[in-house]
């Protein structure tokens, strides 16, 4: 079956750059049209999306947050990274990878989050 | 960037009653790429409708969505305790890809 789980740490302080692991099974990054994108959300409010990577390794970003977010991955082992640099107390959020099954580019599986801090 | 607004905000009803939420966009969605999730607290979206109106795998009947252009609907018939949670609508028909704000669903 299809999962995800993210990793990373839950406390990073104003200035350093966030390093998010998303790990998953059940299909592969390698697949015609497969997708992953990671998603946030801050504490009691909505999602945003971040960030999409895609099976042919194209790359696209939110757009307010495009110049501090790069998204890799690393198909043979089936883990996709998110970074995030100069984090600001407003970063606060859990953050989570969700998959976009081929063809299709709606979230059909999620993980289960991965919250994170800023603060000093 | 697409705006997506969702109304209401809050919405209180009782068990077996018909929930609808409404999505409204700031311009028209391309090919109805509107998608529906839940979400519980504590726990990550759950997709409900993807297509504004194909229920994903798993999902009860009693989840309908509709609409087209700006305008789409989530409908929830015959509420049970469950159900009880926050609704998000979300355009997948150009990037950047966005969500609304969010419907809370109170069962009474």
């Known amino acids: 079956q299809v999962t995800l789980r993210e990793s990373g740490p839950a406390l990073v302080r104003p200035t350093q750059t966030l390093t998010l692991t998303c790990t998953f099974s059940g299909f592969s990054l390698s697949t015609n049209r497969m997708r992953v994108s990671w998603i946030r959300q801050p504490p009691g409010k909505a999602l945003e999306w971040l960030a999409r990577i895609d099976w042919d390794d194209d790359k696209f970003y939110s757009t307010s947050l495009r110049t501090r977010l790069t998204i890799s991955k690393d198909t043979s082992k089936n883990q996709v990274v998110l970074t995030m640099t100069n984090m600001d107390p407003v970063d606060t959020a859990t953050y989570y990878c969700?998959?976009?099954?081929?063809?299709?580019?709606?979230?059909?599986?999620w993980g289960q989050g991965t919250p994170v801090t800023v603060s000093s | 960037e697409i705006v997506l607004t969702q109304s209401p905000g809050t919405l209180s009803l009782s068990l077996g009653e018909r929930a609808t939420l409404s999505c409204r966009a700031s311009?028209?969605?391309?090919?109805?790429?509107l998608a529906w999730y839940q979400q519980k607290p504590g726990q990550a979206p759950r997709l409900l409708i993807y297509?504004?109106?194909s229920r994903a795998t798993g999902i009860p009947d009693r989840f309908s969505g509709s609409g087209s252009g700006r305008n789409f609907i989530l409908t929830i018939s015959r509420l049970e305790p469950e159900d009880s949670a926050v609704y998000y609508c979300q355009q997948y028909g150009s990037i950047p890809y966005t969500f609304g704000q969010g419907t809370k669903l109170e069962i009474k």
């Open positions: 297509g504004a109106s």
């Open positions: 969700a998959r976009m099954g081929a063809p299709t580019q709606y979230f059909d599986y």
């Open positions: 311009q028209s969605v391309i090919s109805s790429y």
